[in-house]
């Protein structure tokens, strides 16, 4: 039996544990606690992945969606909603999950792993090193580093914490000339404070508490949110949030998942979600790799493309979030990360010429598998189903000129379903 262990108890390690577990698997996971509380906001696509990935202690902990004010470029407020997430009892309902599933939680720091193509030694304290045949590396932004791989420009967070009065739920982001800072407000009165800046601006460490409670001081949507109570004495955690892409996700026997494998910048949002991503179908990758060595390499490029594919589309929303503010063009902060990464749209627009048939790799019966998908300018993966309508052969059909009969062939709504997505490509009768 392949003995799988599991680095770090995040979302993403937890996610991986669980489907690992669920199709059979012996697996353990090794992970220390998070050494800083923290306040997050999720949004309704971290709740569905919470809930896909069977975790559903943690959704649990998730507070019921509250007001948040947006402040951006300065002319004008617009609100919409968020859930916010105290990441300390979310961490702990992770392990709750985990241990109700019956997956053993060991609390240890991983100091080194030993890796050879027989497995890994993973040395831990306290305690005697693991042996494990398939490694999970999901240790989030601790996780060391391998490879080459592709930064954002070097970013830093600092959060404060302090305690006041109970009362209504919420949180607020605002631009500011050299960074942006969210804030939120926990319904039992912990509130929340994170300004993120350029890592090459900051103020030396034995500052920075003062340097935080003068930036609180001086914004009108920090008193409009925490009132007076926003000036007393809070914690301080200064905390990377640089983009980061590892090249290499995985190897023989071992893959990278989360923030691990790529990490998000802050300002998207989607951190929790974009590390759920790349954990769901990590049991598929991992499954086929040690029940299928001959398609082992097709199960690593699909992790591998998808990582890299994700990581680029929330790159690019960020750099158009980012571009989004113009008041401050030359400030090094905004001037760097409106072009990162590159200048690609954030989605290609629909060429009818672009789109052909390829085999691809697939997740199928919790193994990956070459299939038949459509790639398009937009979703260069492919597309193998259309509300569960494989396209491929219809497009195979429509460049032989047999559309009608492939059409005819198809209920009234499946139809009108692929006419309406054939127009939307661009294709014209
Ligand atoms: P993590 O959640 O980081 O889990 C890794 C686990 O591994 C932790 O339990 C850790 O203790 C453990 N570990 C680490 N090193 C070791 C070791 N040596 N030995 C044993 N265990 C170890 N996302 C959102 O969705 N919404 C937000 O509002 C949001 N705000 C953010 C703000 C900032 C400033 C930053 C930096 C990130 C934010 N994120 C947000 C992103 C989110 O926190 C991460 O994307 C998400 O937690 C990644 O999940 P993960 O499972 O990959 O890693």
Redesign the pocket.
Known sequence: MTEIVV????????AVALGLKRLGYAVRV??????FA?V???SQR?LDGLRQAGLNRALACAAAPSPRRVLWNGDGQSINQECL?D?TRF?AAIREDLQAAGIEVLE????RVESTDDGHLIHVEPGEPLRGDFLVE??????PLAGGRLRGPETL?L?NQWQDAPGHPGSAVESVPDGWA?MARLDDGRCYW?I?LDARDLSPKDQLPEYCAQRRGESALVRELFGEAALQPASLHA???TAILFHEASGANWLR????AM??D?LS???????LSS?LQAPAVINTMIKCPERAELARQFHQRRVEHLFLRFARTGRDFYALEQRWPDQPFWRDRCTWPDVEPMHAPADFSQVRVERAPVIHDELIEEVEVVVTADQPLGIWHLQGLELAPIVTALRRGELNQALTALPEQQRRMVQGWLLSQGYRP
């Not at 680095?7 to 937890?14: D, S």
């Not at 090794?30 to 050494?35: D, G, L, N, P």
């Not at 240890?108 to 100091?111: C, F, P, W």
């Open positions: 680095l770090g108890a995040g979302p993403a390690g937890a090794v992970s220390e606690w998070r050494r923290a997050e906001g999720v971290v997430l990441r961490d240890a720091r991983v100091l999901a240790r989030g932004r601790q996780a967070s959060l969210w994170q993120t905390r990377s949030s998942v989360g923030d691990a990490a998000v802050p949002g989607n951190g929790i979600f974009q590390s954990a």
